[in-house]
T-cell receptor, first 115, second 109 residues
């Protein structure tokens, strides 16, 4: 089982360009998440989706957009990249249940550098 | 505001025991998680606490005190492969995870 895949693994992007980070899971999880991880900071939630067709804003949504057309895919788009968006981006998924652990499973990450 | 505090870095010796502390102040509490993250890799789930007390899972144990806003992760019989960052995260009233910055654990032979 692949779990969660992300593409690309890494990317160098010119400021002002747009880019879509891809994320696909095969665990049939309802909930999916996009985080960014920066040195010295905890993972910060960008956007999330509790089920196909719905999305929500996290802690740092500005400059990013997402869509959830189906259960498996959750792409993250940067419309016009800026250097402060240089980061490692992780996609995650989990079962959606209020009780119990419902731990999040993470993809391998995309390392993005905006110059 | 919401805040998760953990030490930035700790060093321990192979075969020893180490305790990594986490204190939190969040809007609501629906469980506390510990994840392990090796350098350059994704976080992986270690443990979950929602009630006060100790949860044991092999060489790893996690403790929670909700009244004190405090948790710790205890690693026994340390092995070199335990060198990693350990992330504490609290699920808040919106059922979203709030993450600490992580504790980098260095194991020396």
């Amino acid at each position: 089982t692949a779990g969660i895949t992300q593409a690309p693994t890494s990317q160098i992007l010119a400021a002002g360009r747009s880019m879509t980070l891809r994320c696909t899971q095969d665990m049939r999880h309802n909930a999916m998440y996009w985080y960014r991880q920066d040195l010295g900071l905890g993972l910060r939630l960008i956007h999330y989706s509790n089920t196909a067709g719905t999305t929500g804003k996290g802690e740092v949504p500005d400059g990013y957009s997402v869509s959830r057309a189906n259960t498996d895919d959750f792409p993250l788009t940067l419309a016009s990249a800026v250097p402060s968006q240089t980061s490692v981006y992780f996609c995650a998924s989990s079962e959606l249940k209020r009780g119990g652990a419902a731990e999040q499973f993470f993809g391998p990450g995309t390392r993005l550098t905006v110059l | 505001g919401q805040n998760i505090d953990q030490p930035t870095e700790m060093t321990a010796t192979e075969g020893a025991i180490v305790q990594i502390n986490c204190t939190y102040q969040t809007s609501g509490f629906n469980g506390l998680f510990w994840y392990q993250q090796h350098a350059g890799e994704a976080p992986t789930f270690l443990s979950y606490n929602v009630l006060d007390g100790l949860e044991e899972k092999g060489r790893f144990s996690s403790f929670l005190s909700r009244s004190k806003g405090y948790s710790y992760l205890l690693l026994k019989e340390l092995q070199m492969k335990d060198s990693a960052s350990y992330l504490c995260a609290v699920r808040d009233s919106n059922y979203q995870l709030i993450w600490g910055a992580g504790t980098k654990l260095i194991i020396k032979p």
